[in-house]
């Protein structure tokens, strides 16, 4: 099977109904975005940032996956299919893809402040009285402006052995996870679809734009691909 990588982003859950952050004055749900998700913000309000999270994981509890889930999960009958994802939500899996590796944390799991490798998966509202077992706070499973992205060495090896990558619901302004495509073999076709793409420069690979939403485009794409069975 040809291993196919896929790089989402923001707008590929907006369909679903959760919000983006960059829409047109910066806020996030009324908040400016270092406030609810920088290293800063948590140390200046804590109770702040994890109210803002438990709505996020209230309303991601309530929605569904729309087609662009499902048919990149339909995609794994044919192709070896690994998805990268910065979405914290968990709609990728839901939609029935196997292989989803997230860049940017994941909503419905908390890790301690003190041990990043005491991981939970969380539910429910998450409150300062929640500790890990050495007596440290909680905290949500994010990874805010400012810090590390650990996933980033996984990625970049999936970007380097994919046969085809599809770029789908991305502004391509958060970095690393926007420079993915640029990893790619030169020789291989890449799919980038959003109704508004962002330029690309310095790219050898032959780089098809579908300026469509995620669910238009990606039917585009699963027809297309077609071609490489």
Known sequence: MKKVVVLTGAGISA?????????????????????VASPLGWKKNPSLVLDFYNKRRQQ????????????????ERDFDVHIIT??????????????VLHL??????????????????????????????NGFPMRPHI????????????AINLAEQAAIFIVVGTS??????????HYTQPEIPIFYIDPKPAPVLDLANTLEIIPHIGSEGLKIVQNRLKEFL
């Open 15 to 35: 369909e679903s109904g959760i919000n983006t952050f960059r829409d047109a004055d910066g806020l996030w749900e009324g908040h400016d975005i270092m406030e």
């Open 60 to 75: 991601l509890i309530s929605v569904q996956p729309n087609r662009s889930h499902l048919i990149l999960a339909e995609l």
């Open 86 to 99: 910065q979405n914290v939500d968990n709609l990728h899996e839901k939609a029935g893809s196997t292989k």
């Open 104 to 133: 940017h944390g994941e909503l419905l799991k908390a890790r301690s402040t003190n041990d990043d490798s005491y991981l939970l998966d969380w539910e429910k509202d998450l409150h300062a009285h929640h500790f890990d077992l």
């Open 143 to 154: 990874v805010w402006f400012g810090e590390a992205v650990p996933a980033m060495e996984e």
């Open 172 to 181: 391509l302004q958060v970095y690393p996870a926007a420079s993915l495509m």
